[in-house]
């Protein structure tokens, strides 16, 4: 009787091995699959669109601007229309101080 019951107390913990790696391997697959759809999508299912080059200084005014290689508040300014940009954007506190990748907000008046 003691043997049946080792052999069976084997039994269920082969099962049980077995059955966690199954587990394992079915969240591994998953976690592969999403990764692999999720890529090249932002929040919301939005492809995201990355921008360099020419193309960068081409881009429309928008309300969140950022700043490009060589550009200036005042270049800003006319590009866009708005004169108020140093108004709405207390974190910029030198006006000569505007770096490629600066976060600044914007009120566009004009197309361009």
């Known amino acids: 009787m003691a043997g ?3 052999i069976k107390k084997e039994w ?3 099962a049980a091995d077995a059955a966690s790696w199954c587990v394992a391997l079915s969240l ?6 999403v990764c692999t759809l999720g ?3 932002g929040g919301g299912g939005a492809p995201v669109v990355v921008v360099r080059g020419a193309a960068l200084s081409a ?4 309300e969140i601007y ?11 300014s006319d590009k866009c229309g708005d004169p108020l940009i140093l108004e709405r954007n207390p974190h910029v506190h030198d ?7 600066l976060v ?3 009120t566009p008046s004009k197309p361009r």
């Not at 881009?59 to 928008?62: N, V």
């Not at 950022?66 to 800003?76: C, D, P, Q, R, Y």
């Not at 006006?95 to 990748?101: A, C, K, W």
Request: aromatic share 2%; net charge negative.
């Open 4 to 6: 049946r019951r080792q």
């Open 104 to 106: 600044i907000r914007i």
């Open 95 to 101: 006006p000569d101080d505007v770096f490629p990748g």
């Open 66 to 76: 950022v700043v490009a290689e060589g550009e200036t508040l005042h270049s800003i």
């Open 39 to 41: 890529a090249g999508e």
């Open 28 to 33: 591994v697959a998953m976690l592969v699959v």
């Open 12 to 14: 269920v913990q082969a």
């Open 59 to 62: 881009r429309p005014c928008e």
